[in-house]
């Protein structure tokens, strides 16, 4: 075949093409555990942060595992009820095998949400999720870290919410995976964002005197002046109105009867009878 002609054109453009595929399937394929690896370590990295362990200024990466192990107890909860269950009840070995998102798709396993019901745009919720307890120094639990989702405006944001074990007081708050808009609905990764739900001077509590939840991310610049409201209002995201709203209804949702307001109030009961 000549050099020049359609034929040897085509001929070294489908080699190259096949070259390149295989090239970058079998890097896909090398790097899946890399990958998945990666994945975990963001997740418990998030959970650290949430509860205030990680900092991004006097750790890295590579002390994520260590800190974990060290802090976090990995349980699964029954959200209608609020009861801890083991996890040979589900029939895996450890916590760290139940993956509540394909729960959350399993019809056994989940519960369809009605329009009503389903503020954080979810669909579906699963009926067992994780909650992360943060081992104090003496080895007694203490804060509470709860995973929660919901839609923004181009994206379900994943995220935990870390509570004291009073199951009312903020500590912190973090989304580990989001597609919304770099610069206005992506501002929620922002440090300084994120602060306001960490502020020791300012510190915000999810339920009202009723019992409801009742924290919420205001419009943009919408936090009251009075201080009793101030208690339950983060300030929300100039630009991004419905990346705001959206994470006011995925906590909402959360920590509400649907998400986790019965094990909170068995974790209240708990801690003031002493047990
Ligand atoms: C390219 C583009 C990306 C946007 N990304 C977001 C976003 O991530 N989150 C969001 O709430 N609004 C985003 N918006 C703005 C929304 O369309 C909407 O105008 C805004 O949420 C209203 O908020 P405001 O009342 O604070 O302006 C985006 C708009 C454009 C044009």
């Keep these: 075949m000549r050099r020049e002609s359609v034929g040897h054109t085509l001929l070294v453009a489908f080699l190259l093409c096949v070259v390149c595929s295989t090239l970058v399937s079998g890097a896909a394929y090398l790097l899946k555990d890399r990958q998945a690896a990666n994945v975990v370590i963001e997740v418990q990295k998030n959970i650290l942060s949430a509860a205030g362990i990680y900092d991004e200024e006097k750790h890295n990466r590579s002390d994520v595992p260590e800190l ?11 959200l209608d009820t609020g009861r ?19 729960a959350a798709s399993d019809p056994e396993l989940s519960r369809k949400l009605t329009s009503e019901e389903d503020i954080a745009i979810i669909k579906h919720r699963e009926n ?15 804060k509470i870290v709860l995973p929660m989702r919901g839609y923004g405006l181009w994206s379900t944001l994943y995220g935990f919410i870390s509570l004291d074990a009073d199951g009312q007081t903020i500590r912190g708050l973090t989304f580990y995976d989001h597609k919304e808009t770099p610069g206005l609905g992506g ?6 964002w994120k602060s306001q739900w960490s502020d020791p001077d300012e510190t915000k509590y999810v339920y009202g005197p009723d019992g409801n939840v009742q924290i919420e991310v205001t419009k943009a610049g919408g936090v009251s002046n009075d201080p009793e409201k101030r208690k339950h209002q983060v300030d929300g995201l ?38």
Excluded: M
Aim: no cysteine.
């Design 84 to 102: 801890i269950v083991e996890p040979s009840e589900l029939g895996f070995e450890s916590a760290v095998d139940f993956n509540q998102f394909k």
């Design 128 to 142: 067992y999720s994780h909650v992360y307890r943060v081992k104090n120094t003496d080895g007694s639990l203490g």
């Design 187 to 192: 501002e929620v990764d922002n440090p300084k």
């Design 238 to 275: 100039s630009g991004a109105t419905i990346t705001t709203r959206g994470v006011s209804y995925l906590l909402e949702f959360w920590l509400g009867p649907l998400g986790f307001k019965n094990y909170l109030e068995q974790v209240q009961s708990s801690e003031t009878s002493g047990e």
């Design 68 to 78: 974990y192990e060290k802090h976090i107890v990995d349980l699964i909860v029954e």
